[in-house]
């Protein structure tokens, strides 16, 4: 099923939830748990890659977290 998420309100969304049972709401957590954290580790895992391009380009340098914090404090 590939629904346009727009398309679909957000209260019906939750009353559709109400209407499972307790155990597929459960599941449906779970399933979403999991989904929310692979969608970070990507995230991550993006943000990791453009770090060690931008190091690899010269863009920025290793620094302690001292030095981090003076420059944030600055």
Do not use: W
């Amino acid at each position: 099923m590939n629904f346009n998420m727009t398309s679909i309100p957000y209260g019906n969304i939750l009353e559709a939830i109400d209407s499972l049972s307790l155990e597929d709401q459960q599941s449906l957590i779970e399933t979403l748990h999991r989904r929310l954290t692979e969608q970070g580790r990507k995230a991550l895992a993006v943000d990791i890659a453009k770090a060690r391009q931008e190091f690899a380009e010269g863009q920025c340098r290793p620094a302690t977290a001292e030095e981090l914090m003076q420059e944030l404090l600055l």
